[in-house]
């Protein structure tokens, strides 16, 4: 199928589309989980803990792309918003493949809060916060998945004068909010497992 054709199809199709690319990215969360997706070469400890600094990198590059296009198409710049959504799109993109490579060829970290460490006293309410944000950060990444692709499929194949006429603006609005705090959450769990608190594999 051409260019035109995926385009075309994806244009008067939206929210097919949107279906079948989230049923895919799902299955691949959950095959490399489950470990029945071999797709990535195997990291050591090493490589997981680069990949994890790698993923806050992006994350936080993301939200940041996220946040200014927010605030661009809040000025009608609407081209410099196309670019600032688009890019935290394509952010998104490499830290699920990072993410999956990690989880895939790796091995996932537990929190592990040692004596002497920042508020260790507490211990069992810092557990229970760090938990309750990651929660969060993984419900939000998986709900909107939809979200997220639906307004991209609308803003690549539209017009911006023919956005007027989508739901684009209303699922943006959604996708930026929902996005915007999981990639916080994400980012502040990833200090407090990684450099504020131990960790251990499993």
């Known amino acids: 199928m051409a260019t035109a054709d995926v385009r075309g199809y994806a ?16 299955a691949l969360v959950i095959g490399a989980f489950a470990g ?3 797709l990535f070469p195997e990291l050591g400890r ?8 790698l993923i806050a990198v992006v994350n936080t590059l993301a939200l940041t792309s996220l946040l200014i296009g927010w605030r661009l198409i ?3 710049e ?4 196309r670019v600032a959504m688009l890019t935290a799109f394509t952010l998104i993109c490499v830290f699920l493949v990072l993410y999956l490579w990690k989880v ?5 970290k537990s929190i592990e809060i040692q004596q002497g460490q920042f508020l260790y006293a507490y211990a069992g309410a810092v557990e229970l916060v760090y938990f309750a944000m990651l929660a969060i ?10 979200v997220v692709l639906y307004a991209v499929i609308l803003g690549l194949t539209h017009t911006p004068s023919e956005l007027r006429d989508t739901a684009h603006a209303k699922y943006g609005r959604i996708a930026v909010a929902s996005w915007s705090l999981s990639l916080f959450l994400g980012v ?11 960790w251990t594999p499993r």
């Open 36 to 38: 029945v997706i071999p």
């Open 137 to 146: 950060h993984i419900f939000l990444s998986v709900v909107a998945v939809p």
């Open 74 to 76: 809040r000025r009608g």
């Open 104 to 108: 895939g060829g790796g091995f996932e």
């Open 78 to 81: 609407v081209e410099k918003h």
């Open 46 to 53: 090493g490589a997981v803990v680069l990949f994890s600094d």
């Open 188 to 198: 502040v769990t990833y200090w407090l497992l990684n450099h504020v608190y131990a």
């Open 11 to 26: 244009r008067t199709n939206p929210a097919r589309v949107t279906a079948v690319l989230s049923v895919v990215g799902y």
